[in-house]
Each structure stands twice: as structure tokens, then as C-alpha cells.
């Protein structure tokens, strides 16, 4: 763990203990291992640590489900004891396979389906822990995260909600708009970037990227994604582009105005790797476009990039482009619910983060900076440093 010299001669503000929401028990189980292994190296430095009560422990996830009656109808339920303890729950609002009965017929679970489980098992600890964070990696409405003429604003209204209940820390990953931290001013509101770990996961499958302003070049797929490619062409010493959306004001269809064009900003791509970062894929029909307009120009290949892979209209189109040569590899994070049929896919890769999200956990349960943490750039720089060796 890179920042475990930070942990060895600090305390925790209580045990840790970890709950996992119905639908992402693999994320958590992973997450439980590293901090279980992060731990016996703080003990092996610093043998004081392990007289500290539930300090060392083999499992810090705590059994809870959320059953339901025939009726649809749900309750949460913690199966052990969470007095004084720093609990951190873990949701997935994007896990769609799991399933729940209701009259009989069977229903997917929801984002409001899953949003309503987290709440629940809040209301079972019943005020009882000494410390209720939340990790969503996938912020819960982050979409419906301003208002437009007569709209609700779901995200705002969310965050104010888990306040309210009780929740200190609400943490997430790649937020749609980090501003909703404003929603809850006296919180605590972290927003991460998986940047290091997209880099890491592009370099060990194509050892042969060349990190170079001859070579490479970032995109931004469109206006929003601006800062993230910014960062990324920064820290690598490359150039950037970016797309904006000409849209169709005058209608709206599947809750949006319909693109009518992606129109380019920036230099040529001839010859040049293309990385294209955003925050999701959701049907994927904008980025693929990119991807095409970007071999139009004569970009050499395309690599698509981004935090969470919803891919809600299926597979197809991303074989069919992937086969055209349009796309070369996507690479998504395993922060939510991935599809057995999109990792057995040649073009996709995973970018694993359940190490990083322990190191998150366990470096807010000593009440230390998360800056050593979140600082992508020191860990990018060491990573190209190893390269060029």
C-alpha cells in the first residue's frame, strides 16, 4: 500500500467495518482482502497497532440483507452488531442482474430500487454506529444533476437525504458534475478519478503505446469531458482534442435533444493513438461516432476510456465498429456491474480498482489526508518512470 507510512502511528476513529449492498458483494469482498492485507503490514511495522481493538481482524464485512415480501415490499436487516463501530456501506445503483419477486413476477433491480436497500440498511444501524459513510461509486441520479425548466433535481435531493439520515462522508468516483457537493455544504463529499488505473490497464495491454506528442493524443468527447482530457493530456505531455455536439433543440427523444453532428476541435490525429476519456458510456452511440470521425482523420487507433461501462444498448454495435476497426480496445472500470458477455469480449478491458477504493477506506478510518490517496499524478509519474526503464 503506497500510503501505509502515513497509517503506521496514526489511530483509527473506530473499528472498521464494511457492508455490502445487495449487487456488488464481489467488489466488497475484494476490497475486504486488501485492507485485511494492508493491515498485517501496518502491524508487521508497528506492533502497538494490533492491542487496538478490532484493529487486526480477518473480515471486516458485516452480514446484512435486504429481503422482500411477496408484495415487493422490502426491509433491511444487519445480522451483527454495529454499535461504535465506523461503517462504511457499499452500493452498486447500476446492478441491473439482480432480481426480487413481486406477485409473482420477477423484477430487475433498479437505481431507485437499490438507492431505497441503501436507505434501508441505514435505518437498521439506527444511529447506533459512530460513523455511517457511504461509497457509490456510480453517484446515484448524477445525470438529473440540474434543473431545465420544469425538472427535478433527484441528485441534490439524494445527497441531502443520506445527510439527513445521518451519513458523514458520501464518496464517489468520476461524479456526472462535481459541483452537487454544494448540495451538501457541511458534509464530506469526495469525488476520485480512476486516471492512474486507466493508464495503468491501457499499458499492460498494448505494450507498445508510445507516450509522446508524435504519437499520442487525448480526446474529449465532448464539452463536459474537457477537464478530465486536460488533466490526462497534462500529466502525459501530449496534445489534446475535443468534440462538441451539435444538437437538435427543437426535439427531445429518450429524455435528451437528439446530436445532429460531433464537430472537432484541436490538431491533426494523422498517425497518432487516440485516447478518448469520459466519465460513462451509456448506449455508447455518441462515442462511437468519435471513434469514426476520429479514423476519418487518420488516427491510427482508438482507445475509448471511461469510469463506468453501461452499455445499455447491448454489445453489438461496439463488435460491429470493433471489426470495422473503428475502435481498437475499451477500457471501463469493475466499480460497477460488468456483464460475463462484455469481459469475454477481445476489445474490452477491465481497470481494476478494488485496491484503490481500500486504500480509500482504510486511509478515511485513520482520519488521515486522502490527498496521498487521490494524487494521481505522483503515482502516473512513477508509472511512466518503470516504462522507460
Known sequence: ??????????????????????????????????IVTFRKEIVAQNPEKAKIYGYLEDNYLLEAECPRFGSGEAKGIIR????????????????????YKQFGFTNHMSPDDHYQNLKRIIAAVNGKAHRINVIMPFLYESRQHKRTGRESLDCAMALQELAAMG???????????????????????????????FLKSLLQSEPDLKIDND????????????????????????DMGMFYKRRDYSKIVNGKN???????????????????????????????????KLRERGARRVF????????????DKFDEYYEKGMIHRVITTNLIYQTPELLARPWYQTAQLEKYTASIIDTLNHDVSIYKVRDNTHKINKLLHRGAE
Open 258 to 292: 437528439p446530436i445532429v453532428a460531433h464537430e472537432f476541435l484541436g490538431d491533426s490525429v494523422e498517425g497518432k493513438d487516440c485516447i478518448v476519456i469520459d466519465d460513462m458510456i451509456s448506449s455508447g452511440g455518441s462515442m462511437l461516432d468519435v471513434a469514426t
Open 167 to 197: 451519513v458523514s462522508n458520501i464518496m464517489t468516483f468520476d461524479a456526472h458534475d462535481p459541483r452537487m457537493t454544494n448540495a451538501i455544504p457541511l458534509k464530506g463529499f469526495d469525488n476520485f478519478f480512476p486516471t492512474y488505473q
Open 80 to 99: 451483527e452488531s454495529v454499535r461504535g463501530v465506523d461503517l462504511y456501506l457499499i452500493v452498486d445503483v447500476c446492478n441491473y442482474s439482480i432480481t
Open 304 to 315: 475509448v476510456c471511461c469510469t463506468f461501462g453501461l452499455f445499455t444498448d447491448g454489445l
Open 215 to 238: 504519437h499520442l493524443m487525448i480526446i474529449s468527447p465532448d464539452e463536459g469531458a474537457m477537464s478530465r482530457a486536460v488533466y490526462f493530456s497534462n500529466v502525459l505531455g501530449v
Open 1 to 34: 500500500m503506497a500510503n501505509t507510512k502515513y497509517l503506521i502511528d496514526s489511530m483509527p476513529v473506530a473499528p472498521l467495518k464494511i457492508i455490502a449492498l445487495p449487487g456488488c458483494e464481489k467488489l466488497a469482498q475484494e476490497v475486504n482482502d486488501y
